[in-house]
Nanobody
C-alpha cells in the first residue's frame, strides 16, 4: 500500500502564488508516475500535471505557463508551485500515485479569491 499526504494550499489572491506538497509513504518503490489532480463541485476530477519516473512532465494546457511541478518519484515526493493564480484554479487538489494500482491523497483546498 501507498499512503499520500498533501500539504499547502489555502487562500490565494488572484495573481498570487501557492505551493502544494505531497509525500508518499509505504511501498513507494511501486510508484511509476505521480500526478496532481483537481476537482470542483459538480465536475469531474481533472489532471493538472503528470510526472513520470523517467522525469517527463506533462501539464494541462490551462496551467502550462503558470504552474511548475517538481518531484522525486523514487522518494515519493511531488510539489506544485502555482503562480499567477486565477479564480478558475479554485479546487480541491489531490495527489495521485500510480503503481500496482492508483492511490490518492485526502486532498487540499486551494481557494483563489480577492
Amino acid at each position: 500500500q501507498v499512503q499520500l499526504v498533501e500539504s499547502g494550499g489555502g487562500l490565494v489572491r488572484p495573481g498570487g502564488s501557492a505551493e502544494l506538497s505531497c509525500q508518499a509513504s509505504g511501498m513507494i518503490f511501486v510508484i511509476g508516475n505521480m500526478a496532481w489532480y483537481r476537482q470542483t463541485p459538480g465536475k469531474q476530477r481533472e489532471r493538472v500535471v503528470l510526472i513520470s519516473k523517467g522525469g517527463n512532465i506533462n501539464y494541462e494546457d490551462s496551467v502550462k505557463d503558470r504552474f511548475n511541478a517538481s518531484g522525486d518519484i523514487v522518494r515519493g515526493t511531488l510539489n506544485l508551485q502555482m503562480n499567477n493564480s486565477k479564480l478558475d484554479d479554485t479546487a480541491v487538489y489531490y495527489c495521485n500515485a500510480i503503481g500496482r494500482c492508483g492511490y490518492w491523497g485526502q486532498g487540499t483546498q486551494v481557494t483563489v479569491s480577492s
